[in-house]
């Protein structure tokens, strides 16, 4: 390069004391441009921004180097307790390790407060605390074994308090009665709730949906209306009392309570492993196999769905049978009012609101509805509108209950990250405004935006002498001006890139445009034909110089 008086700088060709009748000795070059200039009026937006979805911090462990770190699983089965996952972290340079579930912390931490719940409560509330931590646990349980026949069997079964009502009033009187331990009156319950369960699954296997609902909300009120009218069961008394119970009658009241309390936390726990066990073991991975509408698909591929959800409807009907034992010994009795549809509405209620198919769905709501039904129980009937309101606001605007907040705000964060995107994009330029909102990754965006930044630059160097140099030499040494922009065209994508084809029957040439799919013919762009393989390179440069200027 040498500096002449305009301060223009000019190019010298060394192939020029070679072959001076071919080659051109020096040709004035392109003004010199910046990068950082094209790079800074590329990237400027002209649109006001707001930050939208930043990321929570998220603690990282450090690798383990070249040793495999320890991975703790649940006994006897080969299920981790946390699913971590190992990483490189291209920032740090350095191997981390990330828990990708953190549900068994907080099902730990969870489960931890509630059995400090007897220990720090005040005296002034322990009495109301503990009364509805004892139902709370019971319901709990119910709720879990509810979730198995809604959400893994997809059985839309409204008996469920039939079938725990049915076995505590039969406990119940045969406690009084008979004088049936308290220690039997489980067992008993879950043999009456294997033989209501298989009475009721029966009709499961040709009715589904909204019949198989009103049949079993039929049952219920059957069952209602049979114990009201009968006199064996207390229909004078307004229930069956005087059973026995595993609470020690000689303890004070607060220990009575606590004593009732733990029990109640116990019989939730055995329900979650209950829980457990259907729904994350074979059974339940088969009905997930073969959800609501979906029964031929898993015929196809070998499932007898049918027989899964009788069994997974038998199993957590045996269980609520065991949990309507248990409700009578806890209260020593048991009234008409576990059948009443207000029950079957709050039940229901404590579903959606958690969140339909998720065991902690099934706690959590049941913890949000007893505290509002028992704790605030001096708000009357306003408590009861509460919870209407409040299940009411998770189905008009919340997916799968509250335990759906976090996929459904991920789904809105990336629909707003996509809109954000398209507000940066500019027509004729990176990207579309809706090719933006279908982009996969940020890095196509700032991929599309060094491509323009690129194309900027490059247009700053498409000058006459340029051209015209092209047109003297279309093949050899170049100076640097030419030799960029050559360099970008011959990296284009194979889709629609220009080529020159030789004609068979006149000696000439003709421009072509390569379809990029093998099997696929060239298109023809032009019908002028050029009579040497130069004046054609020099046609494709001139199309290519005239596309990269209306890009």
Same mark, same amino acid.
């Given at each position: 390069m040498t500096q002449g008086s305009q301060a223009q700088r000019t190019w010298r060709n060394p192939l020029f004391v070679w072959d001076s009748g071919q080659e051109v000795e020096q040709i004035p070059t392109a003004s010199f441009v910046s990068h950082q200039e094209i790079w800074d009026a590329t990237r400027t937006s002209r649109t006001k921004l707001f930050p939208v979805g930043r990321l929570r911090y998220y603690h990282k462990w450090a690798g383990q180097g070249d040793a495999l770190w320890q991975r703790h699983r649940y006994w006897p089965t080969r299920r981790r307790v946390l699913r971590i996952r190992g990483e490189y972290n291209e920032k740090s340079l350095r191997r981390e390790k990330t828990i990708v579930d953190k549900r068994p912390i907080w099902w730990v931490m969870g489960l931890i407060a509630l059995a400090l719940v007897p220990l720090i409560t005040p005296a002034s509330l322990e009495n109301t605390l503990l009364t509805a931590g004892v139902t709370f646990g019971i319901y709990a349980a119910i709720n879990l074994c509810w979730m198995l026949v809604i959400g893994t069997a997809s059985i839309f079964s409204l008996a469920t308090y039939a079938i725990v009502g049915t076995a505590a009033f039969v406990t119940a009187y045969s406690s009084t009665t008979l004088g049936l331990? #308290? #220690?039997?009156?489980?067992?008993?319950?879950?043999?009456?709730?294997?033989? =209501?369960?298989?009475? !009721?699954? +029966?009709?499961?296997?040709?009715?589904? /949906?909204?019949?198989?609902?009103? +049949?079993?909300?039929?049952?219920?009120? +059957?069952?209602?209306?049979?114990?009201?009218?009968?006199?064996?069961?207390?229909?004078?008394?307004?229930?069956?009392?005087?059973?026995?119970?595993?609470?020690?009658?000689? #303890?004070?009241?607060?220990?009575?309570?606590?004593?009732?309390?733990?029990?109640? =936390?116990?019989?939730?726990?055995?329900?979650? +492993?209950?829980? @457990?066990? !259907?729904? /994350?073991?074979?059974?339940?991975?088969?009905?997930?196999?073969?959800?609501?509408?979906?029964?031929?698909?898993?015929?196809?591929?070998?499932?007898?769905? @049918?027989?899964?959800?009788? @069994?997974?409807?038998?199993?957590?009907?045996?269980?609520?049978?065991?949990?309507?034992?248990?409700?009578?010994?806890?209260?020593?009795?048991?009234?008409?009012?576990?059948?009443s549809f207000d029950t079957v509405l709050l039940g229901l209620a404590m579903l959606v609101i958690g969140g339909i198919g998720r065991s902690e769905g099934a706690v959590v709501g049941t913890l949000i509805v007893v505290f509002f039904d028992k704790v605030l129980i001096t708000l009357g009937p306003m408590r009861l509108i509460i919870i209407g309101l409040i299940m009411l606001f998770v189905v008009l605007y919340l997916r799968n209950g509250l335990f759906g907040i976090k996929q459904q705000f991920r789904t809105w964060r990336n629909k707003k990250k996509s809109e954000r995107r398209s507000t940066r994009a500019e027509k004729g330029g990176e990207m579309l405004p809706e090719e933006a909102t279908e982009a996969s990754s940020v890095d196509d965006v700032y991929r599309r935006r060094y491509d323009k930044m690129q194309r900027e630059f490059l247009k700053k160097l498409v000058t006459a002498e340029v051209i015209d140099e092209h047109r003297r030499a279309p093949q050899g040494q170049h100076s640097e001006s030419l030799e960029r922009l050559l360099i970008h065209f011959r990296n284009q994508l194979q889709p629609d890139k220009y080529a020159i084809t030789a004609l068979q029957l006149t000696e000439g040439y003709r421009i072509v445009a390569l379809s990029g799919h093998r099997g696929v013919a060239p298109r023809v762009v032009e019908d002028k034909i050029y009579r040497s393989p130069a004046e054609a390179y020099h046609g494709v440069f001139l199309r290519r110089v005239q596309d990269l200027l209306e890009s």
């Open positions: 331990p #308290w #220690w039997a009156m489980p067992p008993l319950g879950a043999l009456i709730g294997l033989i =209501f369960g298989g009475i !009721i699954a +029966l009709p499961a296997t040709r009715l589904d /949906g909204f019949y198989y609902a009103l +049949l079993t909300l039929g049952l219920n009120e +059957l069952c209602r209306v049979y114990f009201v009218t009968s006199k064996e069961f207390g229909s004078a008394t307004g229930g069956l009392y005087g059973a026995a119970t595993y609470i020690p009658q000689d #303890w004070s009241s607060s220990g009575q309570l606590q004593v009732a309390y733990y029990a109640c =936390f116990a019989l939730m726990l055995l329900a979650l +492993l209950l829980y @457990r066990f !259907i729904n /994350g073991r074979r059974l339940g991975r088969i009905l997930r196999m073969a959800p609501e509408k979906r029964e031929a698909f898993a015929e196809a591929t070998g499932v007898n769905y @049918r027989q899964a959800r009788v @069994r997974v409807f038998l199993v957590s009907s045996v269980a609520l049978g065991s949990i309507g034992g248990f409700y009578s010994a806890s209260y020593g009795g048991v009234a008409f009012s576990i059948f």
